[in-house]
């Protein structure tokens, strides 16, 4: 079992990727990772990222930072639970450059749907606070799955009609949210 993972130790992490990775490319962090960067969570289990394009050597500097870090890395991002959203690259948020390496929030828009359609406790309180942060819209939220939704077929484990009610569902709840703060 590895350590939980902080703030301070994404950042060694971005420093060490940038250092060890013999080619560019960009690492996109996803869930709890990003969670720890904006400051809605203090710890995570594991660091979550995608890869776009690969930069060359990164297997072999995660798997050594790994152990160094006493982290764990997981090739993980929206994509695996849903269709790619159009527009996700443009909506990813730039953390900062290390050596030839970019690092970027993945799409919120797709990591808040990607947590509402699995639908657990910790996943929805994330996407909340993601919503409270600014960082995806209602409206973008609503269109990114209305763009997806004749592609979700593909994912024979997600039914359409459940996840559109959990979007209707959230939805709801923000915007009750947002008339009793008034």
């Excluded at 929030?105 to 699995?118: E, G, M, N, P, V």
């Excluded at 639908?119 to 269109?143: H, P, T």
């Amino acid at each position: 079992m590895r350590s939980n993972v902080d703030p301070q130790k994404i950042e060694q992490l971005m420093k060490a990727l940038g250092r060890e990775a013999r080619g560019s490319g960009c690492i996109y962090f996803t869930g709890g990772a990003s969670a720890l960067l904006i400051g809605w969570r203090s710890s995570t289990v594991d660091i979550d990222i995608r890869l776009d394009p690969e930069p060359l050597g990164i297997f072999q500097a995660i798997a050594k930072l790994k152990q160094e870090l006493d982290i764990n890395i997981e090739l993980a991002s929206p994509q695996d639970f849903l269709p790619p959203l159009p527009g996700w690259r443009d909506r990813s948020i730039f953390i900062g450059r290390y050596g030839e390496i970019s690092f970027y929030h993945y799409d919120f828009t797709a990591q808040a749907l990607a947590k509402i359609s699995r639908g657990y406790n910790r996943d929805i309180d994330d996407v909340q606070a993601m919503y409270e942060q600014k960082l995806f819209s209602l409206e973008k939220l609503r269109e990114c799955f209305e763009a997806i939704s004749s592609e979700l077929i593909r994912f024979p484990s997600l039914n359409p009609e459940i996840l559109r009610n959990r979007i209707e569902k959230f939805i709801e709840h923000c915007k009750s949210m947002s008339e009793r703060e008034k």
